[in-house]
């Protein structure tokens, strides 16, 4: 016969999964808020769309927001349990 053990529970419950995929989202929205700037010429270069406040200060807010989200949901810890 099997037994099984009644106090067994899951490392993560519902809640981290969701905070886990909020992180995910914000990471890759950040690379996607990053991508872009090419030109198809070599010899122009246009500073204010390559150095522009959406790829040098949003993006990487963005990306480490996630970062940290993930983080808040790999300790997360119902108070309850």
């Known amino acids: 016969m099997k037994e099984t053990n009644k106090n067994s529970k899951f490392a993560f419950t519902k809640n981290n999964y969701i905070l886990l995929g ?3 989202l914000f990471i890759i ?3 996607f808020l990053m991508i ?3 030109s198809d010429d070599p010899n122009f270069f ?3 769309e390559m ?3 959406r790829r040098i200060t949003l993006a990487p807010i963005c990306i480490i927001g996630g ?3 993930n983080i808040f949901a ?3 810890s119902p108070k309850g349990e």
Do not use: A, T
């Open 67 to 69: 970062f940290i989200i």
């Open 74 to 76: 790999i300790l997360y």
């Open 36 to 38: 872009g700037g090419g």
């Open 51 to 53: 150095m522009g406040f």
């Open 29 to 31: 929205i950040g690379f």
């Open 22 to 24: 909020v992180g995910v």
């Open 46 to 48: 246009n500073e204010e």
